[in-house]
């Protein structure tokens, strides 16, 4: 098929749903059927590691312009699209692999990134973990890690990551305002606690 050409597909029914048919749907037992398909577009997968990182990279440019204009969902497409150029990608040598582990790093730390921005808190906190996993001295994925569990409310493991960014420096005047809010959402956690112990021995 070519773009933007439209086929018809006969499929006889021992090769679709047989004789159960689809129950809650019009295909009944032993139906054959037919698709009407158009083909909107393809890509052929690069074959070569610099084709697939160059396609990332692109993938990942794109999906910062769209953040950057605040379209987080479109730009988590990009970020996805990028990341799934690097499926089934095997054998690489040491060089490349070190590449495509920087550049899974990126996509996933920008993901975190968005997911923040958009409220999805567990999803961050995964994205996060991800990127460090491929790069663990990555002071941006401590920060965002720290971010999403401070929204989830596990200060422990937020401050725990505070103080690693801290320690390497990269804070900043925004990143000590988030502390210092951190700080006093942890002492009220305290003050919780301890109105409630108080009230089990009164």
Known sequence: MKTG??????????????ETGCPGTI????ADLLFLIELISFEIEPESVEDRLLLANKAKEQGNDLF??????????????????F????????????????????????SSACKIKLSEFREALLDAE??????????KAFY????????????????????????KKQNTPLIDRE???????????????????????E
């Open 27 to 30: 295909i009944s037992s032993n």
């Open 5 to 18: 050409e439209i086929s018809l597909f006969y499929i006889r029914h021992d090769y679709a749903y047989g």
């Open 144 to 167: 965002r890690r720290a971010q999403a569990n401070a929204n989830l409310g596990n200060y422990d493991e937020a401050m725990k990551d505070f103080e690693i960014v801290v320690a």
């Open 179 to 201: 502390i210092a809010q951190l700080k006093k959402q942890m002492d009220l956690k305290i003050q919780k606690e301890r109105q409630a112990y108080s009230k089990l021995f």
């Open 87 to 110: 499926n089934n990608c095997w054998g690489l040598k040491e060089q490349e692999e070190k590449k495509v582990n920087a550049l899974k790093a990126i996509l996933h730390l920008n």
């Open 130 to 139: 991800k990127s460090l996993d491929y790069d663990p001295e990555n002071g």
């Open 68 to 85: 950057r204009s605040n379209s987080l969902r479109e730009a988590l497409n990009f970020y996805s699209q990028g990341l799934e150029y």
